[in-house]
């Protein structure tokens, strides 16, 4: 049975222990398990809708409402994944997709966690179907994306749950409630990455640090899972302050090499030592681009974004936290 229509909303993530570099890119079939927190505000919403034509629409929703062209590169992705679900849920339905990003679209935010996360789900449930987020979370990753199989689960998340397994599902390490932390973002610089993420996992092999990471991933996913459990925050803050450094010292070092620093980014980086020279414990990483994901707690948000608020290099600061997770929605895009 399909409805005609269906709405979701996914949040991102920021990956505390990070998916990069795969052994099956295509399908996002990662060398190392990953954990990242579920976000609450930055969200995308996505509305899938049954129709009868011979070809999947797929349409972008602009701040102001209305239905605009996605680009290619975006409406191949969706198209692709598309025809993945439909050999999935075994169906030979026609789709009108639309999606729209309820945080800046140009803030420089990777949105295609969020996105499939939300494309699968509102799928899933147009065709009739209910899965549980693990097997939501095989889904997703299938777009090729690995980090949207976290965003369909809330709370702290890893995938894959066991790595001898790296086509299987994420699963929940804790819920949002367990430790209400904080993600300020500052933002310092709103354009799209030069160099996406895909070409970030395929060059990561040929640094010369890719083989090193690998070996200390496993212990820094259980220093994590572990910091989680006890709401550590300074054993947290080493973990995600060395992966971040690796993910770029990976990136600066592959062939050819991947620059994504601006000087905003070394300004945000000096700005959390002073503050934690000032006794304020405030935590940093990055994804693959030069924003930084502030980590702290809830006591100290406004002094990391009173701090961050004043840097010239700083266009703007985003206010998020660990969320629940995706939802479906009542209300519809289209
Ligand atoms: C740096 O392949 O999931 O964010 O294609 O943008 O969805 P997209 O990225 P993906 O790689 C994510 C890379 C990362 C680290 C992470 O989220 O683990």
Known sequence: MTAARATAEAPANIAFVKYWGARDLDHAVPWTASLSMTLRRCCSVCTVEVIELDEDLVQWVNRNGECVDPGV?????????????????????RFRVATRNNFPSSAGIASSASGFAALTMATVAVAGRRLDPAALSVLARM??????????????VEW????????????QVATAD???????????????????SRQGHRR?????????????????????????RDRDLEGLGRVIESEALDLHYI????????????????????TVQRLRKTGCPVFWTMDAGANVHLICSQAERETVVREVEALESVRQVIRDEVGPGPRLLDTHLI
Request: charged share 15%; with cysteine.
């Open 73 to 93: 590169g975006f409406a191949s992705r969706v198209r692709a994944h598309l025809a993945t679900l439909r050999r999935r849920l075994g169906t030979a339905a």
């Open 143 to 156: 777009s090729g994306s690995g980090s949207a199989a976290r965003s369909t689960l809330g709370g702290f």
């Open 160 to 171: 894959p749950e066991d790595i001898s397994n790296p086509q299987g599902p994420a699963a």
């Open 178 to 196: 367990h430790w209400p932390l904080c993600d300020v973002i500052a933002v310092t610089d709103q354009g799209e990455k030069a160099v996406p």
């Open 204 to 228: 990561a092999p040929t640094s010369p640090l890719f083989a090193t990471r690998l070996s200390l991933v496993p212990e820094r996913l259980e220093q994590a899972r572990q910091a989680i």
């Open 251 to 270: 990136a600066m070092s592959s062939q050819p090499p991947i620059y994504y620093w601006n000087g905003g980014t070394i300004d945000v980086l000096k």
